[in-house]
């Protein structure tokens, strides 16, 4: 019988879901399970009914059609199949029928209640659990804060300490509470295989992701001179007239490199990529045997 894992939060992105999937993706994988992960596919341009990104064998669709999310998956899960779709409970009977995994990883389906689940995990930030408390449109909230007594397990993300946010005490009492945090693994080019130390570098940053800051900021941590940067909305699609302006910009400041996230990388014209490096994170999963020991 297949296990169903669902990873998500309840505020509006920036809790590290992708980057946290993968790894429970490759957790799975090393163990000699057939992992398949569904995903909305928000903002993919091929629409939302059920697509096949990766069959574990093949990327079959780009991050254009795709959405940079279950694209950026797919390429470092490799024997991963990914599904993106709408309708979750249709993504899960299309890969029953066509697949039969023996995990699935349910991307961002913490408020997706139509698909069953047998493990729900909430990811919290660790410095904002709740935001603001107040929903959207008046905050940052997807649902009330209430809705983390749903959860089975509570992992707090970007987390400096294991001590447990006041303002999330009352949410996550008598639940299995865990914490991570990124772990910066190298800046990659084109080749997918170069590696360059950041400190003293002079760079001009950009990103089009929930939490922006947080990426700047991190890039500062590494010893780098952030000599300019520039942002975009979450998922945001590059034409060339943007990353052509990102380019002429970072000359005229005489910046060292130009630096991104992954998940914007994958998103790039071709022929920018060769001139764009992107910083890759892992998550660092603490008391990492005791989570996967709950998970089974």
Same mark, same amino acid.
């Given at each position: 019988?297949?296990?169903?894992?669902?990873?998500?939060?309840?505020?509006?992105?920036?809790?590290?879901?992708?980057?946290?999937?993968?790894?429970?993706?490759?957790?799975?994988?090393?163990?000699?399970? %057939?992992?398949?992960?569904?995903?909305?596919?928000?903002?993919?341009?091929?629409?939302?009914?059920?697509?096949?990104?990766?069959?574990?064998?093949?990327?079959?669709?780009?991050?254009?059609?795709?959405?940079?999310?279950?694209?950026?998956?797919?390429?470092?899960?490799?024997?991963?199949?990914?599904?993106?779709?709408?309708?979750?409970?249709?993504?899960?009977?299309?890969? &029953?029928?066509?697949?039969?995994?023996?995990?699935?990883?349910?991307?961002?389906?913490?408020?997706?209640? %139509?698909?069953?689940?047998?493990?729900?995990?909430?990811?919290?930030?660790?410095?904002?659990?709740?935001?603001?408390?107040?929903?959207?449109?008046?905050?940052?909230?997807?649902?009330?804060?209430?809705?983390?007594?749903?959860?089975?397990?509570?992992?707090?993300?970007?987390?400096?300490?294991?001590?447990?946010?006041?303002?999330?005490?009352?949410?996550?009492?008598?639940?299995?509470?865990?914490?991570?945090?990124?772990?910066?693994?190298?800046?990659?080019?084109?080749?997918?295989?170069? %590696?360059?130390?950041?400190?003293?570098?002079?760079?001009?940053?950009?990103?089009?992701?929930?939490?922006? %800051?947080?990426?700047?900021?991190?890039?500062?941590?590494?010893?780098? &001179?952030?000599?300019?940067?520039?942002?975009?909305?979450?998922?945001?699609?590059?034409?060339?007239? &943007?990353?052509?302006?990102?380019?002429?910009?970072?000359?005229?400041?005489?910046?060292?490199?130009?630096?991104?996230?992954?998940?914007?990388?994958?998103?790039?014209?071709?022929?920018?990529?060769?001139?764009?490096?992107?910083?890759?994170?892992?998550?660092?999963?603490?008391?990492?045997?005791?989570?996967?020991?709950?998970?089974?």
């Amino acid at each position: 019988m297949s296990k169903v894992i669902s990873i998500g939060n309840i505020s509006m992105g920036g809790t590290g879901k992708t980057p946290f999937t993968i790894m429970l993706a490759k957790h799975y994988i090393s163990k000699g399970k %057939k992992v398949c992960i569904l995903s909305r596919g928000y903002k993919g341009n091929i629409g939302y009914d059920t697509n096949v990104v990766s069959d574990g064998k093949s990327i079959l669709l780009g991050p254009d059609k795709a959405a940079d999310e279950p694209y950026m998956i797919a390429v470092n899960c490799p024997e991963a199949i990914v599904i993106t779709g709408k309708e979750r409970v249709r993504s899960y009977e299309y890969a &029953e029928k066509h697949f039969k995994p023996d995990i699935y990883l349910l991307d961002d389906g913490f408020q997706h209640h %139509k698909m069953h689940r047998d493990i729900d995990i909430c990811l919290l930030d660790h410095k904002k659990p709740i935001s603001t408390g107040l929903m959207f449109p008046f905050g940052y909230l997807r649902e009330p804060a209430s809705g983390i007594k749903r959860a089975d397990i509570v992992v707090f993300t970007r987390a400096e300490d294991d001590r447990i946010p006041e303002k999330a005490a009352k949410f996550v009492k008598g639940k299995p509470v865990f914490f991570s945090n990124v772990d910066y693994s190298g800046i990659y080019g084109v080749d997918g295989k170069a %590696k360059i130390a950041m400190k003293g570098k002079k760079v001009f940053a950009f990103a089009g992701i929930a939490s922006p %800051k947080k990426f700047f900021s991190f890039i500062k941590s590494l010893g780098a &001179e952030l000599v300019g940067r520039k942002f975009y909305s979450d998922h945001h699609c590059y034409c060339g007239r &943007e990353t052509y302006v990102v380019e002429r910009k970072a000359k005229e400041i005489e910046a060292d490199l130009i630096l991104t996230t992954e998940k914007d990388y994958v998103k790039l014209p071709e022929d920018v990529k060769e001139r764009v490096h992107y910083l890759k994170i892992d998550i660092n999963l603490r008391e990492a045997q005791k989570f996967f020991e709950l998970l089974g």
